[in-house]
C-alpha cells in the first residue's frame, strides 16, 4: 500500500486511487505559459484487509484535499500540495489512531529509461505525517517534518510495481518512518 498513492506519505485508499484516476484523465494536456493547477477534495470509509500483514481488517475514514500541477512545460514530472487525514478504527476493538500530514511533494525524472530503469527524486517539504491515538497523545518517533529528499529507481513505468531501490538523499527534520513504515507504531496502537 505504500507505493500506491498520489502524494506517497498518506494512506491512500482504493476507493480514492479511483477518484484520482478520474481527476488526471480529466486534465486536457497543455503547454501554456501558467500552470494548470487541479484542485480536489477527498472523503470517504474503506477497510483496509490484513492491515500490516495482521491477517485484521481496519476501517478508514479519510478526508483532504490537494492542488495539483499537471503541466508538462514543468520541470519536474508531478507536483502538488496536499492536506489529509485518516483515522483508523480497530473494529474489533474501538482502539483509534490519526494520521495527519500536509506538505508540498514534487517528482523529478533523474536518470534513465522510463520504460526500463529509472530514477526520480521525490522532495517533501512540511509536515510529512503526525500519528496520534484516538485520545490526542503524538505516537509516532521523530517529527517527520521539515524537509526530505527521496532518490527512487524503478524497473519501467515509476508506480508499476515495487521500487528496485528507495535511498534518503536529504532529511533535514527527522523522517525515521518513511523507509521502515508506520505499521511498527500503528499495530500496538490499534491493539492488533
Known amino acids: 500500500m505504500r507505493w500506491l498513492r498520489l502524494h506517497p506519505r498518506t494512506l491512500f485508499p482504493r476507493a480514492l486511487l479511483a477518484a484520482a484516476a478520474v481527476a488526471f484523465a480529466a486534465v486536457p494536456v497543455s503547454h501554456a505559459a501558467n500552470p494548470q493547477v487541479i484542485h480536489f477534495a477527498y472523503s470517504g470509509t474503506d477497510t483496509l484487509d490484513d492491515f500490516c500483514g495482521t491477517g485484521k481488517d481496519v476501517d478508514i475514514s479519510f478526508a483532504g484535499h490537494v492542488n ?11 507536483r502538488n500540495q496536499s492536506m489529509g487525514t485518516n483515522v483508523l478504527t480497530n473494529p474489533s476493538t474501538g482502539a483509534t489512531v490519526i494520521t495527519h500530514s500536509a506538505y508540498q ?3 523529478t525524472p533523474v ?6 530503469l529509472n530514477t526520480h527524486q521525490w522532495v517533501f517539504k512540511g509536515l510529512g505525517e503526525v500519528i496520534r491515538a484516538g485520545d490526542g497523545g503524538v505516537l509516532s518517533a521523530g517529527t517527520d517534518a521539515g524537509y526530505l529528499v527521496v532518490d527512487t529507481t524503478w524497473d519501467g513505468p515509476e508506480f508499476a510495481g515495487a521500487p528496485v531501490s528507495v535511498e534518503i538523499a536529504a532529511d533535514r ?3 525515521p518512518l518513511f523507509l521502515a513504515g508506520d505499521c511498527s507504531v500503528l499495530v500496538p496502537a490499534l491493539g492488533l
Open 68 to 78: 495539483v500541477w499537471p503541466d508538462p512545460d514543468e520541470p519536474f514530472a508531478a
Open 105 to 107: 511533494f514534487t517528482d
Open 111 to 116: 536518470s534513465g529509461d522510463p520504460n526500463g
Open 173 to 175: 527534520g527527522g523522517h
